[in-house]
């Protein structure tokens, strides 16, 4: 159906009524990119973390000697610079004046002559060693230690206030420390001191603490204080502005994936966890990414999603188990997961140190161009990832979740790349590269075994990229979500505390309804009046996406419509395209059972293009699922 041409000066009156009334409404185009743009974490952090290693038993010889062997192995040279001081580092907080008091039983260097203690003594020598140096804390009063892990050793000592090691009101005075005067690079905040310190709750009682009302529930995101959650953490954020204002810190968020954070982290930190803790077994590993592998519209340079550290070197992913163990590396290098060794590297087998440091993988996981790898083929029991490098290739994943083995066939169509022409793979584990194909291809796999390859072919978009190719490129500042709900496609393994004794784990990370790539916010395949489309961006009406328009491209095209999948199916929306604020192109009413209908806009010279979905006259409040079919930018430089 062919929609009437607005004139120039409708267009400009509608642009002008949307600058006024930009303050108040969500949808006004903000005529720029509104995500901060940080220098740091420009590619997902990667380094060495004591936590998996060690837990608590921490000490300055384990983490000098995990430092000189990501020196001496070449591993720092690959981009394992951060060495992360986690949770046991502190001896209490001094009740005088408020300062930190590091256990230099355990870190000598931090003894110094006037009495306090310091790290700066090992902040500069990881430094001099080439390495930036990591810390941890917790939001609230309190750290995780102290309520899960009260058996292990060095946990805060002395009375209740000084017990209280943790952020919450004494953001200013902490993180002037860490960083002005001590000289980190990173700080990972955890959640647990605004979670499990409730009045009456057996671990206050029986350890003396004073209570902090909880403002997450894991459980629950409607019993969750999203706004002050987020509040908290920005506070951080604002204060790592004043101590450390070249931009070079990383704040790396830790809420489990609760209070809805896979929607806000983007905005406040440079990394944050979309899930629980990892633990060496496959089930939850299958559970953490899967928390992060449809999330691909919301990471990007400077912002990650992060499905926790490696657990490579333990457990199921152990020397004896290296099938599972490169699962895990792949797996977390195609989704830019940050890339954080947790094994006790002074005796770390060869085996281990060549997944860690094949080069090839760390290369795909720290491409510049920060896009996501998305699914390209989605099951239960298999699935094919992909994802758009700078340098014109594409990687792929090749994932074998279950327990037998699986044949897989890989095709043109799923990479956008040409069918007609040849496609050519290079195995990133093995080095070498396959014969050519075109079309498909098949590939046998051992259960639980990953394949990942370095491909390169003709682009079935020979003009342009398709949006949803370079995720890291778009940003969702607005999801159209109502209701946050949990999201039901993440793996649900047993209890990892608890065991069977409960009725099971249930969906719990807010997030479902987000927009996607490839796929509609709810994971159903694109479709819009019984037309499949395999490429495109799902989103809900009510949905703001900013795109910067990195290769000069001079067009946007895209098909849109209200998807098959809606369910809402009542209800009109429309779609329309703006360039740096101003109205570039509009769809008028499309409404369930509409075929779509063609968007196309001049983007000479724009720099932020923005792809706004409008309910018109809502009735209903049910979510009206959206498609951009075949969203594109083209012309311009295309790799």
């Not at 000066?9 to 009334?21: F, I, N």
């Not at 001496?72 to 580092?89: K, M, P």
């Not at 083929?377 to 298999?382: G, H, L, Q, R, T």
């Not at 001049?602 to 809502?618: C, G, M, Q």
Request: charged share 20%.
């Amino acid at each position: 159906m062919r929609l009437p041409r607005l004139t120039l000066s409708a267009l400009a009156l509608l642009a002008a009524s949307t600058a006024v009334h930009a303050a108040s409404d969500p949808l006004a185009p903000a005529g720029r990119w509104t995500l901060p743009d940080r220098p740091a974490a420009r590619t997902p952090p990667m380094g060495w973390s004591s936590w998996n290693a060690f837990r608590t038993d921490v000490d300055e010889a384990k983490v000098l000697g995990a430092a000189q062997t990501l020196v001496d192995s070449g591993l720092a040279r690959l981009g394992y610079r951060y060495v992360n001081v986690d949770d046991g580092w502190w001896l209490k907080r001094r009740t005088g004046d408020g300062r930190l008091l590091i256990r230099t039983a355990i870190f000598p260097s931090a003894s110094v002559p006037d009495g306090d203690s310091s790290f700066r003594p090992f902040t500069d020598r990881l430094h001099a060693m080439g390495l930036k140096a990591g810390l941890y804390s917790d939001i609230g009063r309190n750290a995780c230690s102290q309520a899960y892990d009260l058996q292990s050793p060095n946990l805060p000592e002395g009375t209740t206030m000084e017990r209280e090691v943790g952020l919450y009101g004494h953001v200013d005075q902490d993180i002037a420390l860490f960083f002005r005067d001590w000289g980190f690079d990173y700080l990972k905040v955890d959640a647990c001191g605004i979670n499990v310190y409730a009045a009456g709750a057996p671990v206050v009682v029986q350890n003396g603490y004073r209570a902090l009302p909880p403002l997450i529930d894991q459980a629950s995101i409607n019993r969750t204080d999203v706004s002050q959650v987020r509040s908290l953490y920005a506070d951080v954020a604002a204060a790592l502005r004043r101590y450390a204002p070249d931009g070079d810190a990383i704040l790396s968020l830790c809420t489990w994936g609760s209070a809805d954070v896979r929607r806000w982290g983007k905005e406040i930190g440079h990394l944050w966890r979309t899930s629980q803790d990892i633990t060496p077994n496959w089930t939850r590993m299958l559970h953490n990414f899967d928390s992060a592998s449809t999330r691909a519209l919301y990471a990007k340079p400077g912002a990650w999603n992060d499905p926790d550290m490696l657990f490579i070197g333990h457990g199921d992913f152990d020397a004896r188990h290296l099938t599972e163990a490169r699962s895990h590396f792949a797996l977390w290098a195609i989704i830019n997961a940050p890339l954080f060794i947790g094994f006790d590297l002074r005796g770390a087998p060869k085996s281990l140190m060549e997944i860690w440091g094949n080069a090839d993988i760390v290369r795909v996981n720290q491409d510049p161009g920060g896009h996501q790898g998305v699914i390209a083929y989605a099951s239960d029991d298999v699935q094919a990832i992909v994802k758009t490098l700078s340098n014109g290739h594409k990687a792929v994943v090749l994932f074998n979740r279950g327990l037998a083995p699986a044949t897989m066939e890989l095709t043109a169509a799923q990479m956008k790349l040409a069918a007609d022409a040849p496609i050519t793979l290079r195995d990133l584990w093995t080095g070498k590269t396959l014969p050519a194909f075109t079309g498909e291809t098949r590939f046998d796999l051992a259960p639980r075994e990953t394949r990942i390859f370095e491909v390169s072919g003709t682009r079935r978009l020979r003009d342009g990229m398709y949006l949803s190719e370079v995720p890291g490129d778009v940003n969702v500042a607005v999801d159209g979500i109502t209701a946050s709900e949990p999201d039901p496609v993440v793996h649900r393994m047993m209890g990892q505390w608890s065991g069977t004794r409960d009725t099971g784990e249930r969906p719990v990370y807010a997030g479902w309804g987000g927009a996607q790539a490839d796929a509609t916010p709810y994971d159903q395949t694109l479709q819009v009046a019984g037309r499949a489309f395999d490429t495109g961006l799902g989103v809900l009406a009510g949905s703001r996406l900013e795109v910067r328009n990195t290769r000069g491209a001079t067009r946007f095209e895209a098909l849109v419509g209200v998807d098959d999948s809606t369910r809402n199916t009542r209800d009109a929306t429309e779609f329309f395209v703006y360039g740096d604020g101003r109205l570039l192109a509009r769809s008028g009413a499309r409404r369930f059972g509409d075929v779509v209908t063609s968007l196309s806009a001049d983007v000479h010279d724009v720099k932020v293009i923005e792809l706004v979905t409008r309910a018109v006259r809502r009735a209903s409040d049910l979510p009206i699922v959206t498609t951009w079919a075949e969203a594109a930018l083209r012309g311009g430089t295309v790799r």
